[in-house]
């Protein structure tokens, strides 16, 4: 039998260890040696690792190949596989194949014949042939445990049945996947599994949508042979978000699988034997992770579950409504599941080029911020300071009056983290009408210039960053900014052995680096090319850099990015196949803002905000009270009541991203729209049409009064937001082309830029969820 | 080309619009690689907005004050012809001073 995998959470020799699988990674370089050292590794303790066991057939299969495609499998991941799979799985309905015909073997499954790629498993030739066969340990993403023995299936010639998803296709095999033998074979592993299992399918959150379930309907019996008493496991705390009922745990190893590879956190492991085996962290431990909520989904079972819905709602009452995350600038699709007006959860969607499958926890479990705090009824202040409701004929006419009253250069506007295109493109409009040029959005900085899109944009795009093999940070804290971004980073590096280095808050990445300090000196250093880091980046195949917008918070920000310029023309950052000068933005609303040009126009003042009699503020919170003149006309759009809304003279209630269809634009340019999932709150108006209604009485109406009519706007402006679910990529300009910059570094250290992560705009300060995320797991 | 430096002093913000492949965009690209850093030289604070996306018709937009608008489609030009029409864009420039509203 193959053997079992079993993750100890005792630590191992640290040369050797790091995560499961890289402790059996082959050089690219040779690979025949390569092979002989994942038999030997198969040999010793890798025999722990159904990973390294893989591996070390898959060494046996391979040698005297290519050495890059057996890299891809040396490293130990199953995502090669997965590559391998959907390039085959797409050549099914034409779309690129790339696999030459003798990187093709032919399988027969249940006597249809299909072509895979070489390297691909039973079960994914099964996929192939559209044969669906039950799993619980296997998931595409994840190494390869084969422990729970569901996905049996004869192969010809073999005289047991076979766990297909860790066994390799050979050419010519014969795999049946629908005779009494493997019926039987499937039927025994199932009654093995629902021994220990607790009948509670009544009172577990994953009912409907369990794996177990589903799969005991087909292999299941009908009564029990088993009548001693069941085992039960203590649950384990995770923290206030992932919710544990131990009992239930299957140990297909999943979680712990994740947690190491996925998440970089080595807290997860498997502790004892035979029936006393549990899953749990060893000691007294929370998985301190921005993506640990991605457990409740690949738990096939109801082990883990979420904990802030737990017992709220069925799977089968919920609607689903496919959107996306607002919560950070990586744009991840999501689907709001609501019930009646209320949002009950959120899960993601699969987006290959964003956010795979995973999320974030903020973009999880932010969501009962949406039902908290919320604004749902114009306000007025009167004379004595109270805010009166009102109606919203009077609130506009009180903002109209008002903004009529001040000269144009003594207005402002600045749009919020969490704005739509949409709303952004008519205040812009709205503004620029009045005569106002002072606009821009929360994050970009006073007076960022907006000119050319690859100047902050991920040029890589998110999945492209996978690819590099030597990335600088430069002032940015990538885990806690974009945790999306820097799972793809992670990947580089467990992969292609990537070297990273950071300029910038030293920070925990869940992945090795090395910090190269916190000043501008290191930067200039790079730059002039004295640091050894910048032989490692000329040296890469595909040099990559990684700038925080947190930089544009500096008052040397122009010095800063002319270095960073001139590093990356240095090492051949930007070439004609590649650009790897990446800007990483913090805000859904930040890309879409600067396309469209919300930023100062010429002649607007920068800077001094005392000079300011009228201030817009689209649901933006970050300046403070004392930045704002008291003699200022403040007016408040958004949908929360948060810290600016007390200082508004006017709130006009607007509506959150789950109850309308806004245009959001990722941090790599990617144009993506939500749709409305639950109806808004109260009296609450979309926002592009509150700015619409106020053009009106503020007697300078925009021309356009329907949805579509805004985005033909748009068009007019940034037209790449007009192309939806579609990435525009950007030309880097020449150097010649480019302005001098004569400002000088500072020698100031970078700051970070967010300091909670769980805590970042309206939406996650008015969540309760978020604010026991902080409390467990804020930095120590 | 003195009107260069008087940009923006008559324009609120620049917009240039092409595509990043199509041969109707090509002398579009050439003249902002040719002229991008001149223009943003004399112009520091002035907007220039080169927006891509594939397929579009290429064009110049400027905004000038109080949000007025107007814009010059270039495909079929040459470079010297996209200048010129820049140059138009600012000598052009409508003259009112007055708000809109008041
Ligand atoms: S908790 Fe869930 S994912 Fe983890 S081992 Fe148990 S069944 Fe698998
Ligand atoms: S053993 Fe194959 S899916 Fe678990």
Redesign the interface.
Known sequence: MAPRCRRYPLPLPRSSTGSGSRRFSFSPVDSSSAAESGVAGSTSRALHSGVAWYAGIRGKFYEGKQSSDFYKWGSGLSLGGVRHARVASMAAVGAKFEAKPEDCIEVSVDGKDVTIAKGMTVLQACEVAGVDIPRFCYHPRLSIAGNCRMCLVEVEKTPKPVASCAMPALPGMKIKTTTPLVKKAREGVMEFLLINHPLDCPICDQGGECDLQDQSMVYGSDRGRFIEAKRSVVDKNLGPLVKTVMTRCIQCTRCVRFASEIAGVQDLGVLGRGGAEEIGTYVERLMVSELSGNVIDICPVGALTAKPSAFTARSWELKSTESIDVSDAIGANIRIDSRGPEVMRILPRLNEEVNEEWISDKARFAYDGLKRQRLNEPLIRSADGQLEPVSWARALKTVAEAA?KVN?DQMAAIAGKLSDAEAMMALK?LM????C?RLWVEGNGEDT?????SNYLVNSTIAGLENTDACLLVGTELRIEAPLLNHRLRKAVRNLRAKVGVVGPETELHFKAEHLGNNAEVLASIAEGKHPFAQTLSKAKFPSIVVGSGVLQRSDKEAVLAAVQTISQNANVIRDDWNGYNFVLLNAAQAAGL?L?F??????TVGDKSSIKFLYLLGADDLTPEDIPVDAFVVYQGHHGDRSAYRADVILPGVAYSEKEGTFENTEGRTQQTSPAVPTVGDARDDWKIIRALSEL???KLPYDTLNGVRARML?????L??VDEL????P??K?????VKAKLESSPFKRAIENFYMTDPISRASKTMAQSTAAFSRS | MAWRSK???S???L?I?MC?TSVASKAT?EF???N??DL??L????????????G?QPRL?A?Y???V?R?IPLDGLSEPEINAKLEELVETAPQSKT???A
Not at chain 1, 599 to 604: E, K
């Open positions: 009529l144009p409009d620029n009408r009045l005569g040029e210039v907006a000119d050319l899109r396309d040009g930023v100062p126009g010429s002649r607007a503020a007697g300078v007019a402006v940034a037209p790449n007009f192309r525009e990529p950007a030309t300009l020449p010649e082309s480019l302005p001098e | 940009l923006s002093q324009l609120r913000e917009r619009h990043q690209r902002v690689v040719k991008y850093k943003k030289t112009n520091p604070r002035l907007p220039i907005l080169i927006r891509e996306c594939s579009i937009w905004r004050d109080y949000g608008e814009s708000p809109m509203h």
